[in-house]
């Protein structure tokens, strides 16, 4: 009755999901929306590849990033699926290989951290963290990786 158990799913992380974001990731300077891209110093990437999404939309889901298809037969009314032709990003082709920050469009959207923060030494622990993702979609060790390289390259 009075024992105490704690299970871990990674190795000296003992804090729930919840905890992790509410202490490291809520009252600071970066939440747990924040884009990981953002934590590694780019700002403003979601406005500048929807720029490139208006002006070079996929042909196909037309910048929408799924494809969907209305009374197929009786009782599917919608059937939606992502679209295989620009990844689901809605951009087409051309605007993939744009770039920005010196970075193209595709390595930003489907990149690890490892292709864009190349000018960190000690990325080892998060390297391999997809760039586009938001705080709250890593899991406990990704989190805690993160939160751990922006103290260790915290600027003064």
């Known amino acids: 009755m009075n024992n105490r158990i704690t299970i871990c799913d990674f190795d000296n992380i003992t804090e729930t999901r919840e ?3 509410d202490k490291y990731f809520t009252n600071g300077k970066y939440k747990k929306l924040t884009y ?8 403003k990437l979601v406005t500048l590849i929807n720029k490139i ?5 996929c042909p196909f889901c037309k910048g929408k990033k799924v494809i969907s298809e209305d009374g197929l037969h009786d009782g599917v009314y919608k059937l939606t699926i992502p679209c295989v032709s620009c990844y689901a990003s809605g951009i087409n082709d051309e605007g993939r290989k744009e770039m920005v920050e010196g970075i ?3 390595t930003w959207l489907t990149g690890n951290v490892s292709e864009v923060a190349t000018e960190s030494s000690n990325i080892d622990a998060v390297a391999d963290i997809s760039i586009f993702n938001r705080i709250r979609e890593l899991n406990k060790q990704e989190m805690m990786a993160v939160y751990q390289f922006l103290m260790d390259n915290k600027q003064p």
């Open 53 to 57: 999404k208006a002006s070079h939309p």
């Open 36 to 43: 990981v891209y953002e934590a590694f110093g780019y700002k």
């Open 104 to 106: 193209d469009v595709q």
């Open 19 to 21: 905890y992790i974001i």
